[in-house]
């Protein structure tokens, strides 16, 4: 009878509603800041929008991967802010690299596009041979040393499943691509 007497009592007391989500005695909500949450019908299209996509170019994801030009084609995941994995695909063609991020509903954005010319360094962590680095700028031979200087302009990385393969073909088509160059400038 107990328990019955103070439920009538908590629904029939409606006079001090309890407001947990208000600070103070002023009944402010989060020291009258606007609400940071919101509905709305635009961003329920089923893609995953990121900041700054609006920069890059949308694209449709079968009609790239079925490019007569796209002599390579794995699967992978691009690391946005080291801890953020995006369903990608790592494509190569005989002079480029390009990284698409699924946009949803058979699309993809160019997330990058590099001159396989223009990769300087490969690397993957010994602990997680999955995670790739590619390391794109300019690589100068010095005069005095003759040791080549490095200098980085930009970087990607990619969580590849299959790793050791497309990091054995991406190599052997740089080595195609400088190689090619090497006769250009000796011609």
Not at 7 to 31: C, F, M, Q, V, W
Not at 96 to 101: M, Q, V
Request: hydrophobic residues 30%; negative net charge.
């Amino acid at each position: 009878m107990e328990m019955t007497g103070k439920l009538k009592d908590y629904i029939a007391n409606t006079e001090h509603p309890e407001n947990r989500h208000l600070s103070g005695k002023s009944g402010h909500r989060y020291r009258n800041q606007v609400s940071v949450f919101s509905i709305d019908d635009n961003s329920s299209d089923g893609e995953d929008v990121m900041p700054g996509d609006e920069e890059l170019e949308k694209v449709s994801l079968d009609v790239w991967l079925k490019k007569p030009d796209v002599k390579h084609q794995f699967q992978c995941q691009f690391v946005q802010d080291r801890n953020t994995l995006l369903p990608s695909h790592l494509l190569l063609t005989d002079s480029h690299l390009y990284i698409l991020r699924e946009a949803g509903s058979g699309m993809a954005f160019i997330q990058s596009r590099r001159s396989l010319g223009s990769v300087v360094r490969i690397t993957s962590k010994r602990k997680q041979p999955e995670l790739i680095t590619f390391q794109y700028g300019t690589s100068e031979k010095n005069s005095l040393t003759k040791e080549s200087e490095v200098q980085v302009t930009d970087t990607d990385r990619l969580f590849i499943p299959k790793a050791g393969d497309a990091v054995k073909v991406v190599k052997l088509q740089i080595m195609r691509v400088l190689d090619a160059l090497d006769e250009q400038q000796q011609g």
